[in-house]
């Protein structure tokens, strides 16, 4: 009997496989003679595109990808596990077709982040994400955020003070440092905790943010990503279930400790206030949990795992892409010597040799026209996110042809950003590409 049963389960997956196969297959072929303009990298039956993925780690899998663009072109169609197709674009005609349709919905790669944050604005769609943008847009008010510089100040004194030790030493990875001053900078504008990360690194939620992190990263290049159930027999699942409940344990111990000072009268009558446009230039500075705790959603208020959501979504979003940011520029200035010293003598002449000990203001910071073009040239080298997905649910067109409900599109912003035709020398770091005469020579959505 049991061999019986063992017989069948092999003919059965035998079977799904070779039927998905041919249909995947016959998928690609037709979606070949539709877009003649996508090329087709080479694959094999089953494992399609992934045979080509000689090194397995995602740095590895990640330079795969990029040589894809190199060989083949701006416009690819990849396949996955069973040979399922996607798109694989860099073309800025294409990325403005697709990001421009009515329906088009974020792909399967964001249900990686759910567990960790819900359904919040980096996740959600449609109504929900619309209802979220409206609540959440006032906290980026210019005099809101204004407010906060004192925190950004303090906390990157706090950073310079931790990286004097290292000067005139050996090489070192800047990015740790800025990853403990962007969490505590982001913990304390958003929730109004401070959490101290840079004079005590190895705090539990902390070590919890970094290692979910990770975690969402691996399965973003996984050659099993599009089979979500695979995940959950995994190492990885099981340590994942372990860091949610560090994270989501914090977040909602902070609310629940502001409601209880929200409930006095006093405390919830200076809130509403603080909500008023009339009152932001206040002195009070209202972090996005205020918000939350004081927002009604069609005559309710959010619950705490609405506001959970949000919370969680601007820790990992806030601190770990501006971490990336902050660092790639560091490196590449103190590899270009001549680019450091034109950022150096702007703050000289903007702020004024006294610049290490005033604070800065909103209004220094938009005089620093250059540094604004050093920080763009960062993120056209080194993106924060390389790659993000879409996916078709409905009717939406490609020049002028029809797309395949539920097809996936990886637009590939890293490869977009270092296309010799449109950033000559792509490998050489000039921020005087974002000019304003440079920029008015690129086509649309070629940023």
Not at 187 to 196: H, R, T
Request: some cysteine; overall charge negative; charged content about 25%.
């Amino acid at each position: 009997m049991f061999l019986l049963l063992l017989l069948a389960l092999i003919v059965f997956v035998g079977s799904w496989v070779l039927v998905t196969v041919l249909r995947n297959r016959a998928t690609v072929a037709r979606l070949q003679k539709l877009f003649p303009k996508f090329v087709c990298v080479p694959s094999v039956p089953v494992l399609g595109s992934g045979y080509l993925f000689k090194d397995s780690t995602p740095a590895g899998i990640f330079r795969t990808f990029v040589g894809f663009h190199r060989v083949y072109g701006r416009n690819l169609i990849t396949q996955g596990l069973f040979n399922g197709p996607l798109f694989q674009i860099c073309d800025p005609a294409v990325i403005e077709q697709v990001l421009q349709a009515k329906t088009i919905e974020k792909s399967i790669i964001y249900d990686f982040m759910m567990p960790w944050l819900g359904s919040g604005l980096v996740v959600s769609i449609g109504v929900k994400w619309a209802q979220r943008r409206k609540v959440i847009t006032p906290t980026f008010h210019f005099k809101i955020l204004e407010d906060f510089l004192v925190i950004m100040n303090h906390q990157t004194d706090v950073l310079i003070e931790k990286l004097a030790p290292l000067v005139g030493g050996s090489d070192f990875d800047i990015y740790e440092h800025v990853t403990y001053c962007a969490l505590d900078i982001i913990s304390e504008s958003a929730m109004g905790v401070k959490l101290n990360t840079q004079r005590n690194p190895h705090a539990e939620y902390v070590e919890a943010v970094k290692g979910l992190s990770a975690i969402v990263f691996k399965r973003l290049f996984s050659l099993s990503r599009e089979y979500k159930w695979v995940f959950r027999f995994q190492e990885a699942s099981r340590r994942q279930d372990e860091l949610l409940e560090v994270v989501h344990d914090f977040a909602h111990r902070v609310i629940s400790e502001r409601k209880k000072q929200l409930e006095d009268e006093r405390e919830r009558q200076l809130a509403d206030e603080k909500l008023e446009e009339t009152d932001v230039y206040g002195k009070r500075r209202m972090t996005l949990l205020d918000l939350l705790l004081n927002v009604t959603v069609d005559g309710k208020a959010l619950s705490d795992t609405d506001i959970r959501e949000e919370v969680d979504t601007f820790m990992f979003a806030g601190h770990d892409t501006t971490t990336s940011c902050i660092s790639f520029a560091c490196y590449h200035l103190s590899r270009n010597p001549e680019i450091q010293q034109k950022v150096y003598d702007e703050i000289q002449e903007i702020i004024g040799p006294d610049a290490a000990r005033i604070e800065l203001t909103n209004s220094m910071l938009q005089d620093l026209r250059y540094l604004d073009l050093v920080i763009k040239e960062t993120l056209r080298m080194n993106p924060s996110v390389p790659i993000f997905g879409r996916r078709s649910v409905g009717d939406m067109t490609i020049d002028g042809v029809p797309v395949p409900k539920c097809m996936v599109f990886g637009v590939f912003i890293y490869a977009l950003h270092n296309d010799p035709e449109l950033y000559p020398e792509p490998e050489r770091f000039d921020p005087e590409r974002f000019s304003e005469e440079a920029q008015a020579a690129r086509p649309p959505y070629s940023y």
